[in-house]
């Protein structure tokens, strides 16, 4: 009998598949850990950020929003313990580096990183001389903004994925690294302040296709990588000079074959997933999340957050709320969140704090 523990690691592997993809005729891909969030100010407000104003995590959510950022340069670390009721050494965390290159456009780089934590190993199950093994999956990823008008903005992200869930020196077979790559391509509209009655406001809107690429090999067999449309819209609501509301309302879908999508290429998986539900329209429909989030803003330097994530309960079923606050001085700052299901399918990061810090520094744009 394999080592117990090899087996534990492949349950919370596929764990991390089923919880990011579908359980009713299951989609699923390599490296779901791309479209986990990490940055505690869009988990705060129920995992949206494609449309939200911009910070230092925009290259994770829709790097279009860079160029509308108001430091010249920017720094994030972020840190999401994964299934901390079970176990303390398994986490998900990424480091950003954004910078302006002139008024008009900007670039950026990261590393996101999936650690499984340690596991034990042994090549007959027994406990003689076993040996410690630490898989994990990585992105490393860089992109381009450009400002093509001053309310609109376009963004192209490269991305490196290594997917290490191999066991090396153990008898286990068809393990093996696994390397991919894969693209994004974002938008982003932020309007001027808008006078109104008794308030101001500023609209956004922003869309990113993130992850296209070609399939990768695991476990002998190509599966797709993590190809995901988002849609997003919100609104500013400057209630004076000290108080601020933001709402932003997203929608989220996996841009993979439902079904029968071993014959085909990702180019064709993309297609075809809007139209290959065996329900039809109905089920299609069943495939898109809803996410929306608040956050208030007093005096641009303490913020209250909520947010409301819904998926189907044919599609997975994450259905949870959320609560972050956040602390801004004029270079740095810190944000916490918080996650709570109110389904019956259990959340890897329930009851979890999700941490950031992020750093701006550099001269000051005014837009």
Do not use: C
Not at 8 to 18: E, N
Not at 189 to 210: C, L, V
Not at 254 to 276: A, C, H, K, R, Y
């Amino acid at each position: 009998m394999k080592n117990m523990r090899i087996k534990i690691l492949i349950m919370l592997t596929l764990i991390g598949v089923k919880f990011y993809g579908q359980t009713n005729n299951a989609i699923t891909t390599i490296a779901p850990f791309l479209n986990i969030v990490t940055d505690a100010r869009a988990a705060g407000m129920g995992d949206v950020g494609v449309a939200s104003s911009s910070d230092g995590n925009a290259l994770y959510h829709n790097a279009s929003k860079m160029v509308f950022h108001k430091r010249e340069v920017s720094m994030a670390i972020n840190y999401t313990p994964w299934l901390r009721n079970l176990t303390d050494d398994i986490y998900i965390g990424n480091f950003t580096y954004q910078q302006k290159i002139d008024d008009r456009s900007a670039f950026a780089g990261g590393i996101k990183y999936f650690n499984y934590g340690d596991i034990e190993l042994s090549n007959d199950g027994s406990s003689a001389d076993p040996f410690t093994a630490t898989p994990y999956e990585l992105a490393l990823e860089g992109a381009y903004a450009l400002k093509l008008n001053n309310h609109y903005s376009m963004a192209v992200a490269l991305r490196y994925i290594r997917s290490d869930l191999s066991f090396k020196g153990t008898n286990i077979q068809d393990t093996k690294v696994s390397n991919g790559f894969a693209v994004d391509v974002s938008g982003y509209y932020i309007s001027d302040e808008i006078a109104f009655n008794k308030f101001n406001g500023i609209a956004r809107a922003g869309f990113n296709i993130s992850n296209i690429g070609p399939k990768v090999e695991l476990l002998a067999s190509e599966s797709f990588l993590p190809t995901n449309l988002k849609l997003g819209g919100g609104f500013d609501f400057i209630v004076d000079d000290y108080n601020q509301v933001g709402v932003t309302l997203e929608l989220t879908k996996l841009l993979v074959p439902t079904v029968d999508g071993e014959n085909q290429n990702f180019i064709e998986g993309i297609f075809s997933s809007f139209g290959d539900a065996p329900d039809g329209l109905k089920e299609e429909l069943q495939e898109v999340t809803l996410g929306l989030g608040a956050e208030y803003l007093y005096n641009n330097s303490f913020a209250f957050r909520a947010g409301y994530f819904k998926e189907h309960e044919a599609k997975g079923n994450r259905n949870f709320l959320t609560l972050g606050a956040g602390f801004k001085a004029s270079s740095f700052n810190v944000d916490l969140s918080y996650l709570r299901s109110i389904s019956n399918i259990n959340s890897p990061l329930e009851n979890t704090l999700r941490f950031s810090l992020s750093f701006d520094l550099g001269d000051l744009y005014e837009y």
